[in-house]
C-alpha cells in the first residue's frame, strides 16, 4: 500500500474521524476509515510515530496472587465489561503520572510500584492509531467509587480461580484484558 493522504471528516470532542487515501499494489485506490485523538494527521509518519496518548493498568496486589480488574459500563456497547484501569495521558503529564492518577480516580488505590513499560500497544489496530502504554505494576489501598460522575465503575482484586470463572461464564472483557487474564489464570 502507498499512502496517498487524507481527508478530515468530522473534528469530536475527543476524536477526529478521518478517511485515508492509499494505493493498492495494483493500483486501485482504497479509502480507509479511522478515529485519533489528534485533530491533525500531518504526514504518513504520524500515523504511527506519535507519543502515546493513554495508559493501561496491569495491577497485581503485593502478594501477586489477585489482579485488579474494573467492570465498568461501556456506552458503545451498552454494556459493562471487565478491563484493566485505563485513561488518556494529560498534557504535562508523564504516563505514570497518569497512571498513579487514572487509578486513583477509577479505584481509589495508589500505585505502589512499578515493575515495567509495555511501549507501542495499539487498542483497536483496526480502526484508529491511538497508542497505549502499558504499566505493569502493583497497587494497594482501599478501593473507593470513581471520582467521575460520568463513569460507572466497579473495582476488585480477583484470584485465578475468579478470573478462570469468568472466562469460563463467557464474562464480556475488553480484548487485551481478556487475553492476559486467560493468561495469568493459566499459569
Request: glycine share 8%; hydrophobic share 35%; with cysteine.
Amino acid at each position: 500500500m502507498k499512502y496517498k493522504g487524507y481527508t478530515k471528516i468530522h473534528q469530536g470532542k475527543y476524536i477526529t474521524r478521518f478517511d485515508l487515501h492509499y494505493q493498492t499494489e495494483a493500483g486501485r485506490a482504497k479509502d480507509y476509515e479511522m478515529v485519533a485523538r489528534t485533530p491533525e494527521l500531518g504526514d504518513f509518519a504520524s500515523l504511527h510515530d506519535h507519543p502515546a496518548e493513554a495508559v493501561v493498568l496491569i495491577l497485581h496486589d503485593e502478594s501477586g496472587e489477585k489482579i485488579l480488574l474494573n467492570r465498568e459500563f461501556r456506552m458503545a456497547i451498552g454494556c459493562a465489561v471487565y478491563n484493566f484501569p485505563a485513561g488518556l495521558i494529560d498534557p504535562g503529564e508523564t504516563p505514570d503520572q497518569a497512571a498513579e492518577r487514572e487509578l486513583r480516580e477509577e479505584t481509589g488505590l495508589q500505585l505502589t510500584g512499578v515493575k515495567t513499560h509495555l511501549y507501542n500497544s495499539y487498542g483497536a489496530v483496526g480502526f484508529s492509531n491511538e497508542k497505549t502504554l502499558c504499566v505493569v505494576g502493583t497497587a494497594d489501598g482501599t478501593f473507593a467509587p470513581s471520582t467521575s460522575a460520568e463513569e460507572e465503575i466497579e473495582a476488585g482484586w480477583y484470584t485465578r480461580e475468579q478470573v478462570r470463572q469468568l472466562i469460563r461464564e463467557r464474562a464480556p472483557f475488553a480484548a487485551r484484558t481478556q487475553a492476559y487474564c486467560y493468561l495469568w489464570a493459566n499459569c
